[in-house]
């Protein structure tokens, strides 16, 4: 049972963690481009 849940959140792990990253490389892109490029 403890080995499923380990199994389990380093799944959850796995598949947040890229996503999270990119999404912070993402908002500090636009961010970045906000201010280079103001409409």
Known sequence: ???DLL???TAL???L???GVA???VRGCERHARRR???
């Open 23 to 25: 999404w912070l490389i």
């Open 17 to 19: 963690l890229p996503t």
């Open 7 to 9: 199994a389990a959140a």
């Open 1 to 3: 049972m403890l080995a």
């Open 13 to 15: 792990v796995a598949v």
């Open 37 to 39: 490029r103001p409409r």
